[in-house]
């Protein structure tokens, strides 16, 4: 009797667990445009913490520029948001793409300020040694101070 009633408990949770919680809106935005929409507002919300005060005098509103920018409105970014919130391994997946690609634009951007940091201290070197080197041949009784 306890594998009856525990097997019909399980049968209900299944099917409820099956059961669509949001129905899919007729203006679905598609994940990859999703996922690019998305990665945009992550970059531009961070741009506005860092200038908060450019923004409000340049009158830039962030989602109204997405819109713009996508052809979407706000009611279809709201209802497709919402509709792949209601799928989590969907809406897992799309968050996982943006991460991704912030880090492999943020790993670009570390790797060139290395590159322009190493290439920085390379000619502060070189400007070292030639300034060592046009004091010792007397040339220069006082030292040239460092800019």
Do not use: W
Not at 66 to 94: N, V
């Amino acid at each position: 009797m306890k594998y009856i009633v525990t097997l019909f408990f399980g049968m209900i949770l299944l099917l409820s667990c099956a059961e669509k919680v949001v129905e899919e809106p007729e203006n679905l935005i598609p994940k990859e445009k999703m996922t690019e929409i998305l990665h945009d507002l992550a970059i531009l919300n961070a741009a506005k913490s860092g200038a908060a005060k450019k923004f409000e005098e340049s009158g830039i509103d962030i989602m109204e520029f997405l819109y713009k920018k996508y052809g979407i409105d706000s009611t279809q970014f709201s209802q497709s948001d919402l509709y792949y919130a209601s799928l989590p391994l969907e809406y897992q997946t799309i968050y996982k793409q943006v991460e991704a690609r912030l880090k492999r634009q943020k790993d670009t951007l570390e790797a060139i300020g290395e590159r322009r940091n190493d290439s920085v201290r390379k000619a502060n070197l070189k400007r070292s040694d030639s300034l060592k080197a046009i004091q010792e041949k007397g040339k220069v009784k006082e030292p040239i101070p460092a800019q």
